[in-house]
């Protein structure tokens, strides 16, 4: 097996998809040596379904976990025998740390003991991406005019990721980072290229041969813009677009073909995804708000107005892919589960209900989710910048639609529902952990440790599952051209 190390883990998306890839035997490719997490509730995560990777490839028995992500059994109770021996197994390779310069020289010390002497190490890859707040759009528009923003140590994070590059030599890498990247700038200093020019510099000698996964390009002639991966072309029922840059250490580079993934035949969609989920209800926050009517007449009154609006011609659904479906459902499919896990909905406001049900009805007769400016005046929020010239945020209340894949799963899902409201009218909700998990592409037996708030902000960071697996897939292929 090759081994890999994940640096800034997550909760494990990056992870999953490499120890998912099989050889044609069905043995495992990859085996995990090291995953480097700052945040403690994304490390039990990753803890957990690191022990259930070694049940499954020591063919271990699968019910205690199953006991205890159910809710059937407690983690002590299950904390015995064989799953606590995989357990203790798996814990040893999750390293809870803040990755940085001050940490490194312990850092190092853990990734020389999984490697072991250089002299005798083979291939391995390096997977991961630092944290993305610092290139994305809606961090920088956060801090426009903050001064201490251009020295932010978000910025440099990367240089973690160079460091171990150039201190441990993978034979291939594979880093991950939002879009945003590529306009991204530090003073007037363009944070991509700064990016490249660093891994052309590596410490110790090293250098890689930078290769998109989806331009088949010799790396000399391919733009930025060739390195963005979008998720809905394969198999992932979401709009996710992120950079991700393949390098391949260039004394073996001349041995490895490239190689690019292939599109799915069409697209997944939030149907999909979520429709075989139970339906459930919202329960009403105990903050309520203090309107003068009580919210199901304002609901009425209001859908009695939206239903008078001339919504045009309806846009033609999204090609599906019969494959990618297919694809996709046996890929989060578990049979072993009586009903889904984390599939309790969160508490709304009553102004909030009223507003997803309105929308959601409106979303299907538009077939796109209307601005909250096209909702009767009763439903606007109580915000000082509403109806004002010029409003922001004017999607700020966002229905996902049945038939096309999901706007991006970010982080901020954890704060509120307002962005990820569900397109069934009669459940007047946001979307669950399962649900954003389905549209992230984890399997349905992923389970994410810590309060709710904690599981989606997880689900919100990761990088999906399913196109990881491909992207395995892909450096697996490309591993087995070079002689260990």
């Known amino acids: 097996m090759f081994p890999i190390i994940d640096l800034f883990a997550g909760p494990g998306g990056l992870n999953e998809g490499f120890s998912s890839v099989r050889d044609e035997e069905g043995g495992f490719v990859f085996k995990t040596l090291a995953s480097f997490e700052m945040d403690s509730l994304a490390c039990q995560t990753l803890r957990l379904r690191a022990t259930y990777r070694e049940l499954v490839r020591s063919g271990g028995d699968l019910q205690p976990y199953f006991d205890y992500i159910q809710g059937k059994k407690t983690w002590q109770s299950v904390l015995t025998g064989a799953f606590k021996e995989a357990y203790l197994a798996a814990k040893t390779h999750v390293y809870q740390v803040e990755l ?27 997977i991961g991406g630092p944290p993305c707040q610092a290139y994305s759009l809606a961090g920088r528009s956060r801090r426009t005019g903050d001064e201490s923003f251009a020295s932010d140590h978000k910025h440099f994070l990367y240089r973690e990721y160079l460091h171990i590059l150039g201190k441990f030599k993978p034979t291939i890498f594979v880093m991950e980072n939002v879009k945003g990247l590529l306009s991204s700038k530090n003073g007037d200093s363009s944070m991509f290229q700064t990016i490249l020019g660093d891994l052309k510099r590596l410490p110790g000698g090293a250098s890689y041969e930078i290769r998109s996964l989806v331009v088949d390009a010799e790396p000399r002639d391919l733009d930025p813009s060739d390195f963005i991966i979008r998720s809905e072309e394969h198999g992932v029922p979401q709009k996710r677009h992120r950079v991700i840059l393949l390098g391949v250490r260039t004394d073996v580079a001349t041995t490895v073909p490239r190689r690019v993934l292939n599109k799915a035949d069409g697209a997944v969609t939030v149907r999909a995804a979520v429709q075989t989920m139970p339906s459930v209800r919202a329960e009403t926050s105990k903050r309520r708000p203090k309107i003068d009517l009580d919210w ?46 984390q599939h309790l909905p969160r508490a709304h406001m009553v102004s909030d209900l009223a507003r997803y049900r309105v929308m959601a009805e409106l979303a299907e007769r538009l077939g796109k989710s209307p601005k909250y400016t096209d909702l009767p005046t009763s ?57 954003a998990a389905r549209l992230q592409s984890f399997p349905d037996n992923y389970f994410f440790e810590g309060p709710r708030t904690q599981q989606f902000h997880q689900v919100g960071n990761a990088v999906p599952p399913l196109l990881s697996k491909q992207i395995g897939d892909l450096v697996a292929d490309m591993l087995g051209f070079i002689k260990k």
């Open 100 to 126: 940085g310069e001050n940490n490194r020289p312990q850092v190092d010390d853990f990734i020389e003991r999984q490697l072991g002497p250089e002299e005798e190490r083979g291939h391995w890859a390096l």
């Open 296 to 341: 199901q007449a304002v609901q009425s009154e209001a859908l009695d107005e939206m239903r008078k609006i001339d919504v045009g011609t309806k846009p033609e659904p999204v090609k599906a892919g019969t494959l990618a479906v297919d694809t996709y459902e046996a890929w989060i499919h578990e049979d072993r589960l009586s009903a889904p896990i």
């Open 379 to 435: 439903l606007h929020p109580e915000h000082s910048n509403v109806g004002k010239v010029g409003t922001p945020f004017t999607d700020r209340f966002r229905v996902q639609i049945w038939d096309a894949p999901a706007t991006t799963v970010v982080s901020h899902i954890s704060k509120d529902g307002h962005y990820y409201i569900h397109p069934d009218p009669a459940q007047t909700r946001s979307f669950t952990v399962r649900e």
